[in-house]
């Protein structure tokens, strides 16, 4: 064992501990700043961890917010890595803390976490189930009927129905006058 401490020193945080996890992503550029602007807008759309809130949305605006600069020499993980932490709140922040050491810096496992734990497999079950008994309610127009059941599957992640299903999903749920239109 190495030397002994006092209970103080054992108390006290580790500077380990106050280091924020770094991407495992390296700049080549010699020098490169996160414009205050842009963390200011991704604060804007903080996600806390509700219910209600959809993490996958919410990657999407963080990811339009990424692709609306960019920098020579600097990877778009590497900016979407330090951009994330300014997009959560309560909740998520605090997930984030530990969940950024356990994906080592590496953005892709960061997220698939991130989907994981905030639209866990029953949630996506749930999902697939919506989209296959999908069914036009009696007041929406077939242009609703599609803008609806296109919503219900970008909700969440590839439901691994594919494209000719789909389109015979949505064929079925749809009444006769839509039908009609469609032939």
């Not at 929406?140 to 299903?165: R, V, Y």
Request: aromatic fraction near 10%; charge should be negative.
């Amino acid at each position: 064992t190495g030397p002994s401490r006092t209970l103080r020193e054992l108390s006290l945080p580790s500077p380990d501990v106050l280091v924020p996890q770094a991407s495992d992503e390296k700049a080549t550029a010699s020098s490169y700043v996160l414009n205050p602007i842009i963390i200011s807008m991704a604060e804007a759309n903080k996600f806390f961890g509700a219910k209600e809130e959809n993490p996958y949305t919410h990657l999407q605006d963080l990811e339009a917010l990424c692709q609306t600069f960019h920098h020579e020499g600097v990877p778009r993980d590497l900016y979407r890595w330090l951009l994330f932490p300014f997009s959560l709140g309560g909740k998520a922040k605090e997930w984030h803390k530990a969940a950024s050491r356990e994906a080592k810096g590496k953005w892709s496992e960061l997220v698939g976490n991130f989907c994981l734990h905030y639209f866990p497999l029953p949630k996506v079950q749930k999902l697939r189930r919506e989209v296959v008994k999908f069914l036009q309610e009696d007041e929406e127009s077939l242009a609703e009927a599609w803008t609806h059941f296109q919503t219900l599957l970008k909700q969440g992640p590839d439901l691994g129905i594919d494209e000719n299903m789909c389109a015979q999903t949505f064929y079925m749920a749809i009444n006769k006058e839509s039908r009609m239109h469609l032939d």
